[in-house]
């Protein structure tokens, strides 16, 4: 019923990237070219997006525990580290370079272009490379420093 449950979510988010030209990279730089040919509708497909989740974190919290899972697993750190800016930094550079996400690049894997590809590529080199870093400093207790 998981599996079941993660394709059709999967299915529904990549159905709504697709249909709301979030898959086109070109699209998406355009949102970036304030000066230019700017388009607005990805401010419009985020915010949907934060309203949908918002919706759907009182809805799912107000239950004792999750349809599919034995507890809730929402993250107890709060606050901002090195870990989360330079990560959301390298998010942002790449989005703006690519024009892709990952949310936006996995489902136009299936336009067959090269381009795409290739950021899928790079962007599972840059996981593994990460946790082959994460691993390396992980000292006895299994931890990277910093990451309790």
Do not use: H
Not at 46 to 54: E, I, K, Q, R
Not at 102 to 130: D, K, Q, S, W
């Amino acid at each position: 019923m998981r599996m079941l449950s993660f394709y059709l979510i999967g299915l529904v988010f990549g159905v709504g990237i697709s249909l709301s030209g979030m898959a086109n990279p070109a699209k998406v730089l355009n949102f970036f070219d304030i000066a230019g040919a700017w388009d607005p509708s990805l401010a419009f497909v985020m915010g949907g997006a934060l309203v949908v989740t918002g919706l759907g974190y009182r809805l799912a919290l107000r239950r004792a525990t999750p349809v599919l899972a034995p507890r809730f697993q929402i993250p107890s750190r709060t606050g901002f580290d090195p870990r989360l800016l330079s990560g959301a930094a390298i998010f942002g550079v790449g989005w703006g370079i690519a024009g892709f996400c990952p949310g936006g690049a996995l489902p136009a894997l299936g336009t067959g272009r090269v381009e795409v590809a290739l950021f899928v590529a790079a962007l599972i080199t840059g996981i593994l490379l990460t946790r082959l870093t994460l691993d390396r400093r992980a000292g006895p207790s299994g931890l990277a420093p910093g990451s309790r």
